[in-house]
């Protein structure tokens, strides 16, 4: 997913192309109105994230002309304004979301993983994202933290059947079938075990829980959970 921030505060623009990096989203800035214009004639954005006001216009005109020209990108307002008139005339132009300044950053990410999923479903994309582990499942490629991890295809298929039963007990028996389905080879009980394993190895770091195991039955995806 590729992000456009487009706001005149260096400190808060480089604070916020910081932490969506780290959440591994492909995060550009713009600091200007024209800066940005040039910018999405060049390269399609998912999201851009919009200071209202800008050195040479206003987020609400940028707004406008984005939405003409390529109307599937997602605006997220930031604005020091909390005033209902200005929050409604957003909302009018097109903008998915509005955050009054100041904000806490964990709750703006929150905003930015949740608008980018629904956009991915909506778009029948084949992703997993949280704000922290993003996989392609169509591309085979995946991001923790904005560091490039590398999955074995056994892997893959394994994420893609907890990923897509999240919050539901998948017992060994039904893994062991699809994968073994999917594969057209047989996958034992080792081989299950060891995946899991090395999956929780390279995703379950700085805190954070994927695969909760159940006891007697087999594991379930709880989605980036801190322990």
Known sequence: ??????????????????N??????LVEAALTKANAIGQTEKQNYELIVLDVNLPDGNGFDFCREIKE???????????ANDMESDMLKGFELGADDYVTKPFPISVFQKKVSALLSRITRQSGGDFYDDGNLLINFSELTAALAGQV??????????????????????TRGQLLEKLWDAEENYVDEHALTSAISRIRGKIEVNGYQYIKTVY???????GGLKK
Not at 69 to 79: E, H, K, M, S, Y
Request: charged share 20%.
């Open 20 to 25: 969506l990096t780290t959440a591994g989203y």
């Open 69 to 79: 020209r390529r109307p599937d990108t997602a605006v997220i307002f930031l604005t």
């Open 216 to 222: 007697g039955m087999g594991y379930m995806w709880i």
């Open 1 to 18: 997913m590729r992000i456009l921030v487009v706001e005149d505060d260096r400190l808060l623009n480089s604070t916020l192309c910081y």
């Open 149 to 170: 991890v590398t999955f074995t295809p056994l892997e893959y298929r394994l994420l893609k059947l907890l990923t897509s039963n999240s919050k539901q007990v998948l």
